[in-house]
C-alpha cells in the first residue's frame, strides 16, 4: 500500500504530461510570490483612489514615469538605446518608450490598456432645479448597468476649460470631509409599477440625475433659488459659472476607496478596475524596463469604454505617428516596423462566477487566482469583430510567459451565444502587427465596485515585464 501511494500510476503521470495542470492558482506559486502579489498591489490601490478618471491617470503616469527618468519625446531629439521617454497626448492619453538596443529595426513591444472607466458623464447643461431639489442631468458613458448606480456615494471629478485659456481641475467627493452626491431611487412601498418593468425599462438614462443640493440661496424671493445657490457655491470655490459647464469634461463616479476584500485579503473591491487593472501592471513594466532588444512602447489609452473613436481613443493616429517618428529616426518605414511588431493588449476579462454560472462555459472561462488570462479572440456573435491572436503568435507568448514562470490561463467572454464584447487589440492587429489579449480576469465588471484578485494583478505584470524584455 505504501508504495502505490508513493508512485503514481501509469494514468495520473499520464495525465500529468498530457492534461492542462487545473490546480488553483495558489498552490501553483510560491509563498514568495503571493507575498511579492500583496505589496504590488498597495500602491495600486493607491492608484485607483488617485486615477479614477483618464486624466488623473495621464497625470499619475507621467509623474510616475519622470521620477524614474522619462524625459518628454521630442522628435527632433535623436535617442540612444536605454533612453525613456513619454508622449502626453492631450492629458488624456499617454505613450511611454524605452528605446531598445536594436531600435525600431525588428519592430516593436506593445503593451496597450486603457485608462477611462464606465461613469456617468455631466450633460453640457446639467444643472437644472425641480421642486426644491437641484439636480444635474448626466449621459453615462460606456456600457454600465444603469440600476447599479442610484443610492451609492458620487464623487464630482474633471476639469471645466475657460475661455481665456485656463483650465479648473474639479474634485469633490473623495475627501472624508467633502460631501458626496447621489442619484435616488423610488421606495419599494411604491415601486409596484417599477418593479413590475424589466430592469432596462425601469432605469434608463434620464433616471439618472444627480441631487446636488436642496437649500435656496439666502432669502430672497427669486425663481430656481436652489440652483442659485449651486452656482454661486461653485463660483466662490472655483470660480466659474452656469455657461462654462459647456465647456467641460465633469464625470460623476462612486466616492468609494478601493479595499481589501475577504477574509483572507486575497481580492480587491474598487471603482475603475476596468481597466487600470491592467494600466498599472503595464505603467510599473514599462518603469521596471531597462535596455530591451526591441524598443517598448506601452501606450495608456482613453475612449476603449464607448468604442475607442476620438483622438485620444485607440482608433486615433498617435500610436502610429510615434511609430512612424521613431521609424524614421532609425532610418526605417513605419510600415516595415508594424509588420515585425508585437503587442499584449492588456485588457481585462470576465472572471467566472458561481452565482451567474449560466453565465460561462466553465471549460473556457478565466478564474480568479488563477493568473493574467489570455483571450485569444474577444468580439460576438461568430467571431465577429475581434482580431483572434495566430496560433503561431499564441504559441510565442505561452513561450515568454512558460520560459519566466508567470501565471497565466486562458478565457473566453462567457457562453458563445451569451454575449460579447470587444478590446483594443483589433485595432493594433489592423497597423498588420501581432496582438493578443492579456489581462485581469474580473467579478462585476464595469459595476461601481469590481472585484480582482491581488496574485492576478502581480502575474499580469510579471506577463507584461516578461514581455517586454524578452527576446
Ligand atoms: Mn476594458
Ligand atoms: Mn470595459
Redesign the pocket.
Known amino acids: 500500500m505504501e508504495n502505490e501511494a508513493k508512485e503514481k500510476s501509469q494514468a495520473a503521470q499520464l495525465k500529468e504530461k498530457l492534461f492542462i495542470n487545473k490546480k488553483n492558482g495558489c498552490r501553483k506559486v510560491s509563498s514568495d510570490d503571493i507575498i511579492r502579489a500583496d505589496e504590488f498591489c498597495e500602491e495600486y490601490k493607491n492608484f485607483l483612489d488617485h486615477a479614477k478618471i483618464e486624466r488623473e491617470a495621464v497625470i499619475y503616469a507621467i509623474e510616475a514615469a519622470q521620477n524614474a527618468g522619462f524625459t518628454e519625446y521630442d522628435h527632433t531629439m535623436t535617442y540612444e538605446p536605454g533612453d525613456k521617454v513619454y508622449v502626453n497626448n492631450r492629458g488624456k492619453a499617454v505613450m511611454l518608450a524605452v528605446i531598445g538596443k536594436n531600435g525600431t529595426h525588428n519592430g516593436v513591444r506593445l503593451g496597450i490598456a ?1 485608462i477611462d ?2 461613469r456617468l458623464d455631466l450633460k453640457p447643461k446639467p444643472l437644472y432645479e425641480a421642486n426644491d431639489l437641484a439636480l444635474f442631468k448626466t449621459h453615462y458613458y ?2 454600465i448597468k444603469k440600476y447599479q448606480w442610484p443610492t451609492i456615494p458620487l464623487a464630482l471629478h474633471g476639469v471645466v476649460a475657460l475661455k481665456n485659456g485656463s483650465n479648473i481641475t474639479v474634485t469633490i467627493g473623495e475627501d472624508e470631509s467633502d460631501p458626496c452626491f447621489c442619484v435616488t431611487d423610488l421606495l419599494p412601498h411604491l415601486a409596484v409599477e417599477q418593479m413590475s418593468q424589466v430592469m432596462t425599462k425601469a432605469f434608463n438614462g434620464e433616471h439618472l440625475n444627480v441631487l446636488v443640493a436642496s437649500r435656496p440661496f439666502n432669502e430672497d424671493e427669486e425663481s430656481e433659488s436652489v440652483k442659485l445657490n449651486v452656482l454661486s457655491i461653485l463660483f466662490e470655490k472655483y470660480g466659474f459659472a452656469e455657461e462654462d459647464f459647456l465647456s467641460a469634461d465633469l464625470h460623476m463616479v462612486p466616492a468609494l476607496k478601493a479595499r481589501d476584500l475577504g477574509f483572507d485579503r486575497s481580492m480587491i473591491g474598487a471603482y475603475g478596475h ?2 487600470k487593472v491592467c494600466a498599472y501592471p503595464a505603467l510599473m513594466a514599462a518603469l521596471d524596463t531597462e535596455m530591451p532588444d526591441s524598443t517598448v512602447i506601452t501606450v495608456l489609452t482613453d475612449r ?2 464607448i468604442g475607442s473613436d476620438g483622438n485620444t481613443g485607440m482608433k486615433s493616429t498617435f500610436l502610429a505617428d510615434f511609430i512612424a517618428d521613431l521609424a524614421q529616426a532609425d532610418g526605417e518605414q513605419a510600415r516595415h516596423v508594424l509588420r515585425k511588431s508585437t503587442c499584449l493588449s492588456a ?2 476579462n470576465a472572471a467566472y462566477d458561481p452565482t451567474y454560472a449560466s453565465a460561462f462555459e466553465a471549460n473556457n472561462s478565466s478564474f480568479i487566482n488563477n493568473g493574467a488570462v489570455i483571450t485569444k479572440y474577444t468580439g460576438s456573435g461568430g467571431k465577429y469583430s475581434t482580431s483572434d491572436a495566430s496560433a503561431e503568435y499564441m504559441a510565442k507568448v505561452r513561450r515568454i510567459l512558460d520560459d519566466a514562470g508567470v501565471l497565466w490561463q486562458t478565457g473566453e467572454l462567457g457562453k458563445v451565444d451569451g454575449g460579447g ?1 470587444g478590446t483594443i487589440a483589433k485595432f493594433v492587429a489592423n497597423y498588420n502587427a501581432d496582438v493578443v489579449d492579456l489581462g485581469v480576469p474580473v467579478l462585476s ?2 459595476a461601481p465596485m469590481e472585484v480582482v484578485s491581488k496574485l492576478d494583478v502581480y502575474m499580469t505584470y510579471r506577463a507584461l515585464f516578461e514581455f517586454y524584455r524578452a527576446e
Request: glycine share 22%; net charge negative; hydrophobic share 15%.
Open positions: 486603457h472607466s464606465p460606456g456600457g476596468d481597466d476603449e469604454e485588457d481585462v464584447g465588471m464595469h
